[in-house]
DNA sequence: GGGCGAATATTTATCAGACCACTTGGCGCT
DNA sequence: AGCGCCAAGTGGTCTGATAAATATTCGCCC
């Protein structure tokens, strides 16, 4: 039959699916420009607006981007690009899911602090005692949550695997975290977080990396197991 | 008027936002019908295409569904329709990242078959085994990696966290696997993984959540040591 | 009266063309 | 040479129309 356009799904299904492949196949080096979208829509025989829809459905996946008066440009694919849309997720999420979250959550992070006791950096330490100070120095909820996200991030991205930092990046985006906190710390947990955060930086600086371990996964668990108890309640 | 967005950004991002938090703020209900694409642009007084944009970007996304003829409906936000993005990462990464997604990978994988060897069910231990001697009834690679992936598929949701076994399917997806296995099955590593499949069956059969950690973690992790050294040679 | 099929209405999918907003690079002026 | 302005190029948006798929309604036949 018919081997240059094949009628499959919509017209825009196949742009996105076309414009993967060259991108996936390598024809499209992570930074280039492509074709303008007018020039675009006529290689593969479809409007003008079609082919906007399959450039806007990768730009939100993070592997376009388009900068307006410009060109569209291939992004550098890296981890933060691409799973950028995972704290979406988090945000829609509601109940049971919330848990399975913070489970997924909680064995990733756990492994990540491990990996970060054995490799962390002098300086990434230094990061990462800054932002506990900080974080022990104010009241202001607002600010302890944005340091407290730091205090995690920064672990993350020194274990050294950019993509587990990235999917722990989604897992834990301001507005998630912010909605489980609110209630969470309205129980007065503050101190015991101090303390387990207290024993997070004791395994860092042992380079204990099972003390690190069992301490991340601890405090996620608490959070997790307090979400639990609310869904039953 | 409507004071609350006078000039941020694009128009369409605008509009993805706003569909995010009518959905975010329980305004529109999971499998509730959307007000059609003329209704929707004139409320939020834009066109027609930005409105169709938007509607793509959270389409892809897995929020949105868009049938023919009949209207645009919230999906159920269940954990397959929103994580269905990943897949593209696994399929777009390369070189580094892939050994880093091979890790999320490990990490999850057995931590999702510890869970199944404490929780799951007979009928469920049954399908393991139908796909497990499938595989190794066949030659035909193609044959293989189906049921290879529909051996680790049910165990993942024997484990009972939906999120966690979506997010395994999108690392797992068809074409990430079939990149790698072309080349690590071709170094005949077809019986070590039939031993390790084995392994892990045990593991199931005595509902020993650790001996399945380990077997799951070194069937993986086997794949990713030689995924490291393909990187380096 | 009831079921069934065709006509009709509704809605998404796609297309075409125009204009606006922003970026970029070159051209001319100082 | 340096600076500023302008024009061409490009993404962003809008309008309106047509096709295709679905939902609804109405009339016909039994």
Redesign the pocket.
């Known amino acids: 039959m018919d081997q240059t356009a094949p009628q499959k799904?919509?017209?825009?299904?196949?742009a996105i699916e076309q414009l993967k492949a060259m991108i996936g196949e390598g024809r499209l080096e992570p930074g280039e420009?492509?074709?303008?979208?007018?020039?675009?829509?006529t290689q593969l025989?479809?409007?003008?607006?079609?082919?906007?829809?399959a450039?806007?459905a990768l730009?939100v996946m993070g592997v376009l981007e388009?900068?307006?008066?410009?060109?569209?440009y291939v992004t550098q694919l890296e981890a933060g690009d691409l799973l950028e849309t995972f704290g979406v997720v988090a945000d829609l999420s509601r109940g049971r899911r919330l848990v399975e979250l913070l489970e997924v959550r909680r064995v990733l992070e756990s492994t990540a602090t491990a990996l970060a006791a054995a490799r962390i950096s002098a300086d990434q330490l230094a990061d990462v005692e800054k932002h506990l100070e900080a974080m022990n120095a104010t009241e202001d909820p607002e600010e302890i949550l944005s340091h407290d996200l730091a205090f995690h991030r920064t672990i993350a991205l020194a274990a050294g695997n950019d993509t587990m930092a990235a999917i722990l990046e989604g897992l834990s985006s301001r507005t998630f975290r912010a909605r489980v906190w609110r209630g969470y710390q309205e129980e007065g947990a503050f101190e015991r977080t101090r303390r387990e955060h207290a024993r997070i930086h004791c395994a860092l600086v042992a380079r204990d990396p099972e003390a690190a371990r069992a301490a991340a996964a601890a405090h996620v668990g608490e959070v997790e197991e307090w979400m639990r108890a609310q869904l039953d309640g």
């Open positions: 799904g919509t017209v825009t299904g196949r420009r492509l074709p303008t979208e007018r020039d675009l829509a025989g479809i409007s003008r607006s079609s082919m906007r829809e450039i806007r730009t388009a900068r307006h008066g410009s060109g569209i």
